[in-house]
């Protein structure tokens, strides 16, 4: 029972971070109808920032503030640069633009930071809180209370607010959100800065549990993907069900099977869930016209 | 005249040939002829996803699992059972073309970006079998690949394999230019441009698109072969997720659907690092900008947009 709650919270904490890469893949393709593969380098660029800026003496909150608006900068610049010009292209392109950018990041920042591991001081201390015979590290708790407190914020967000609104319109309907007056271009450039945001957030907390590089991105953004694709893609509800999932199934692979396979359990999920459930568990039916 | 030559098979064979024959005569060294022969096995391997991305219109992110297992197929077959080393680069071929048989049908019911993350998925898995099954494989640090012996004759240093990859490229080129002028292949430009549409004329679609994914997860398992074997190395890494982007965009940048721009991508995507090895802290940068600035900028690549603008000039 002890190890199974072990699993449950291991598995629960780094599903956390892929509901969170999920959420901004989500956003981003509800938006724009673009997966954006450089998500995971947002990760990166949030936990690899701090790190670098807290070295340079900057205290920890302010340089994981300055590294989100850094994060937020790219995802802005990946917007204007990448994705806008390229407006109409096919998936297949826009796949290979954002895989472009995600491989571009990384090379610019193995050079600006460098090609080590690195991690961050925990925020309360590393000592492990006994919950029914298994432990919790309190970074854990950091990592899921923040991811709760971005979900709710998200939700509120696009619910409650104007501009939220209309990000949900453009979404539904690009055309017909332009002509009751929401500028879409702007919206879509919010939908960018918001994923950044999430993500660098979700690099932050994650990165004193589990160590940060220039290429981390690649792993998380290919789960988190994993995960929205679980939920049904473009469903925000769905992409963190997905990436719970995904972060207990690995969880539970590592511990009851092996700790080899770890990285393939997501895929094994994706391809069961795509041959059985092609949309999904949330996707609704698509019906193609002709 | 000219516009016809411009469109014939025959033309772009005797170019291609006319190329890899006059290259050993240019080149001031055996480095040269070496980065060629790895342009070559690359083009082959890039002709595979011709066939299917170009042709076809289906994307697969998880090719170099292909690659893979051909590669591996040469290092395992000498070195755990004994087997010759040709006959190891066949069974590779048979094995990738089985495999791909099997996964194809349920996999390309998908489309698009479900298509991509699928084959993606597909990809992943076999890069960690290669780096998990250590007692098979090395491990991480992959396995040495004996030395080729054919016929008595030992097949080593560059001009010998640049030669036997040359003439691989040939053929391969060769068989996927008849493949695109055959029935099949009209039928697989047909689903391309709507599956429905095929559907409706009588092409069975889901059994062309998987006759394409066959061919070529085989493609690429028999340039996987040949790589392993040049290099006389195979790591998992060769199967990995970056050398399957590094595939497509080859395919891309080279011009989707040409035979002869899956060679030009794959020489632009080769030779490019060795010539930017000044500037090595920044070869990633570099590929991930390029990929984007093609994508963006020349989104049907090189070859058809040379052939455009010279048939253009010719008219």
Redesign the interface.
Known sequence: MAEFLQLVFSGLTVGAVYALVALGFTLIYNASDV?NFAQGDFVMIGGMGTVFLAAAGIALPLAALMAIVGAVIVGLLLHRL?IE??RG?S???L???T??????????A??VFDKQFHSLPAFSGDTPIQVGGATILPQSLWVMGVALGLFVALYLFLEKTLLGKALLATAANRLAARLVGVNVTIILALAFGVSAAIGAIAGVVVTPITLTRYDVG?MFA?KG??AA?VGG?GNPLGAVVGGLLIGLLEAFGAGYISS??K??V???V??LV??FL?RGLFGGRSV?R? | MAAKLLNSRLATLVFLAIIIGVIPYLAPSAFYLRVAAVVWVFALAALGLTVL?GYAGQ?S?GHAGFLGIGGYAVAIGPAQFGLHPALCLLIGAVIAGVLAFLVGR??L??K???L???T???G??LS?VFH?ESQWTGGPDGMQVARVTLFGWRLSGSANWYWVTGGALLIGAWLALNIGASPTGRALKALHD?E??AAGSGIDVSAKKLAAFVIGAVYAAVAGGLLAAMNGLITPDAAG??HS?EL??MV?IGGLGSVLGAVVGAAFLVVLPQALTFMH????????????AF???L?AGIVPTVRKWLLERLS
Do not use: N
């Open positions: 997966i990448a010009p390229a292209a998936p297949v392109a796949i290979m633009i895989i472009g950018a995600s491989i571009f990041i990384k090379g610019i193995q050079v690649t290919l993907f994993a694709m893609m080899t396979y990285d393939a997501a895929f094994v994706i391809l795509l041959f092609p193609e002709v | 991305m994307v992110l349920p996999i019911k998908l698009g970006y479900y991509a993350i699928a993606l998925g597909f992943v898995i960690l998990s709507s429905v549409a997720f970056m982007i497509v965009a891309i802290d920044y070869e990633q940068a570099v590929l991930g900008f390029l990929i984007m994508m963006i900028f989104p």
